[in-house]
């Protein structure tokens, strides 16, 4: 499904990764703010959390569209391309582990090479589109697991991109230095604030968040350090 | 499809590109008589001669297997990537144009970012079967149409999936400063040689290759400049 809202011309283009998540959430709020039109990528990948992560987009692109703002929103089926991958993250692996972030467990949850196949997906889009950039929600609290998240890949990966376009694309990420407390303030303060009780976290395959893996802990702890109340529903919390 | 042949232990394995074309063929050529474990990927990305290049590769394929070459295909349908660019290549694209390699017409072959997708895809089979190397087929005639096969490119692309793979995964291309003609006489010292007479250049959607795409001049040029002739048929020569 492609959604159509009015073109307005003359604005900057922006190709986003958008997961249903927190960050990818504030990221495109943030764009919509500063007067981007914004094409939204979502992934069917094969993990466990995919139907909820994508029932959560759809529903953030519909406040957004219902608020008049210029965004697309683009699918991508691409879960063959991690039939050979071991991870728990996939419909194919074990247990998602419990536990804050920053335990080996979660270690567990990587997927090899996911997010420079989603790079490579929008930054090919961008081209076709003629968008001079794309921009992701990647923060400071995934560093520590996933290689792919780190402030060294995204510049390896802004020059490979800047290149494979013939110098027209560029990326770019506003949080990467962030964390998740951080974010979720830029988030409430614009205007309109970006729809959290809309946004999907948890990595398990069920309606209510576990509020127990390590994607809900941090969450949980970005909510606390504000003395903010998480408005989603946990199955306990 | 996967072909498994027997597994032999202690050899390096390599996930390679293998488009059905002269210069990847070569490539596995060349890395099965290094003694590699070779992982070929193809693609169905749209364009008019995926069909052809796809029975190309299979056979090259085949070749090998009844050889007894430890090799594996996996094949991946990536289609809706690019169902945004607009391309010559593509069905969805005007006419192939015809002529020198290095006319300007030839520009409207690019596909925006498919050799990062294909690479970001390869990389993450390598990642899944702890393979530490993809290498790619590029050669030094590519590098005046295609940004996506410049040794500039190529620099940035090792990069990324090096620090995508939390440093597990390098980029090869042997054949990114030879021209097409170097390419052909590594394949035909080869024992056994490269399969030539099964490869597939032609851009067109046509049995025969056309012999005037910029693909198909250059293929003629390199074996016209060892004073062979090509193997394969053509529609006119």
Request: glycine fraction near 8%; aromatic fraction near 10%; include cysteine.
């Amino acid at each position: 499904m492609v959604v159509v809202t009015q073109k307005r011309s003359g604005m900057k283009k922006v190709v986003i990764g958008l997961s249903g998540g927190m960050d990818s959430a504030t990221l495109l709020g943030y764009l919509l703010d500063q007067g981007a039109e914004v094409h939204c990528c979502s992934f069917n990948y094969g993990s466990k959390h995919n139907k909820w992560e994508l029932e959560a987009a759809e529903s953030i692109i519909d406040y957004y569209i219902e608020r008049d703002f210029p965004i697309y929103w683009h699918k991508y089926d691409i879960e063959q391309m991690f039939r050979k991958a071991s991870s728990a993250l996939l419909t194919s692996g074990g247990e998602i582990p419990e536990g804050h972030y920053k335990a080996d467990s979660m270690k567990q949850t990587v997927v090899p090479g996911r997010n420079l196949i989603f790079a490579s997906i929008m930054a090919s889009l961008a081209g076709a589109l003629s968008a001079e950039e794309i921009a992701l929600g990647v923060h400071a609290g995934d560093h520590y697991i996933y290689p792919d998240c780190r402030p060294e890949f995204i510049k390896a990966l802004d020059q490979v991109i800047f290149l494979s376009s013939d110098k027209t694309v560029q990326v770019t990420t506003p949080f990467v230095y962030k964390t998740k407390a951080d974010i979720l303030l830029v988030g409430y303060r614009l205007n309109p604030s970006v729809p959290y009780p809309m946004t999907r976290t948890c990595y398990k395959d069920q309606e209510f968040a576990c509020g127990k893996c390590g994607s809900c802990v941090e969450r949980l702890e970005a909510f606390a350090e504000h003395g903010l109340d998480d408005p989603i529903n946990y199955e306990t919390k």
